[in-house]
């Protein structure tokens, strides 16, 4: 199976864990179950979080080349976890034998349970576990990197969800899916290490971009001292980051899931085949760099009692504990003049007719008129009359 002759392989969705973006533990619970029973894999648990909730792994293939994987470990980032349920499923089936023979893989679908129960960043003492690879306060990353050492991996695959602003490049496109091949120190030194985990996310592009043409991206290798995938590279383990983003029209992102999920396997195969070395540095900077300039809903020349301006939102996701679902409100990001922003839904003329208050970073509280369309906000909440 080589990723670079052919055009990428949808994997299929998997309905072992619902299709949630508040994915917290329980929604795992017959994911956990089916794969204690499957042929082929090992359920373990490595450790317990803050608050004693199970942190565990399974391993699939038997061969000389170790993997590791994870997601959630920032508990609202739960895109590569369904990636992962979609991408077991997929090696479940007969034709991965000789796969399985060539890798050993170790997938963590939820890093951080508490967090990802709060629908939260950080785990329940508030620890960013991102940011907690040298000190390891926390309960879970004493976990991981115990599970680490005895596991010993030559690659690893940090899995995350990234935010709505991000563009591939300076164009108007959403960055759906962003790769980096992160820093080992402040001076960027490009090592061996550093070029080949390069050239192995320049193959997964080549194999992935056809599916999405224009929406990928390529974070900054600025260094982040106590970042994980920074350290794990200064440990001498190749660490790729996966970033999962918007594609218009898609607030469940199934576009970076499947992305995601096909992406691992075309890595799986490119390491298992060692075709990874066939692709270069300058094939990973062709991956545009990420732009920072969307913004969810932006609202220009808003006219306002004799002044005009534009105005900028983003949706925020707020776990609901009550309904046990996300109400998704518009947050007030900016107003000015925002020349400088794009809107991935934009509206080129406005009139404010009332508000509430203007507090950035707060729920929206106000009324706008666009046209014969009233787009009333209360509370972070749109309704159009």
């Known amino acids: 199976m080589n990723p670079s002759s052919s055009n990428a392989k949808n994997i299929g969705s998997s309905t072992l864990i619902p299709e949630h973006r508040w994915l917290r533990p329980k929604h795992l619970d017959s994911f956990w179950e089916f794969y204690q029973s499957q042929a082929g894999f090992k359920v373990e648990e490595f450790g317990k979080s803050e608050e004693n909730r199970s942190l ?14 994870w997601s959630q470990m920032h508990g609202n980032e739960p895109t590569a976890t369904l990636a992962i349920s979609d991408l077991l499923e997929e090696l479940a089936q007969p034709r991965y034998a000789e796969l399985a023979q060539e890798l050993e893989i170790v997938f963590i679908p939820m890093l951080n349970p508490d967090g990802s129960e709060r629908f939260q960043r ?9 940011r907690d690879a040298l000190s390891q306060s926390s309960r879970e990353m004493q976990a ?5 050492e005895r596991f010993n991996p030559h690659w690893a695959f940090n899995l995350h969800d990234q935010r709505n602003i991000f563009s591939a490049g300076q164009s108007l496109q959403t960055a759906t899916l962003s790769f980096l091949a992160p820093s080992a120190d402040q001076e960027r030194t490009l090592t061996d290490l550093r070029k080949s985990t390069m050239q192995l996310i320049a193959g997964i592009h080549q194999h992935l971009k056809a599916m999405a043409p224009k929406n990928f991206g390529r974070y900054t290798d600025e260094f ?8 794990l590279m200064k440990k001498g383990i190749p660490t790729l980051l996966f ?3 918007h594609y218009p029209g898609d607030m469940l992102r199934r576009k970076a899931r499947s992305l995601s999920s096909t992406g691992i396997l075309a ?6 085949a060692d075709t990874w070395s066939e692709y270069s540095v300058e094939d990973y900077y062709q991956i545009p760099e990420n732009g920072q300039q969307l913004r969810d809903l932006l609202f220009r020349q808003v006219q306002f009692e004799g002044r005009s301006f534009d105005l900028s939102l983003m949706l925020k996701e707020i776990p609901n504990f009550e ?9 007030l990001d900016d107003v000015g003049d925002l020349q400088h922003l794009q809107g991935i839904e934009e509206i080129p003329s406005a009139n404010l007719v009332s508000y509430k208050e203007m507090r950035l970073e707060a729920p929206a509280n106000f009324k706008m008129e666009v046209g014969q369309t009233e787009y009333l906000f209360k509370d972070g909440i749109l309704r159009k009359h």
């Open 267 to 272: 890595a799986m195969t490119l390491i298992a």
């Open 323 to 331: 309904t046990d679902q996300l109400e998704q409100l518009y947050w």
């Open 56 to 69: 565990r792994a399974i391993r699939w293939g038997s061969g000389p080349k170790r993997l590791l994987l």
């Open 243 to 245: 970033e999962c983003g």
């Open 122 to 130: 950080r785990n329940a003492l508030g620890i960013d576990l991102n």
């Open 144 to 148: 991981f990197f115990g599970f680490l």
């Open 224 to 231: 982040y001292p106590r970042a994980l995938g920074d350290n």
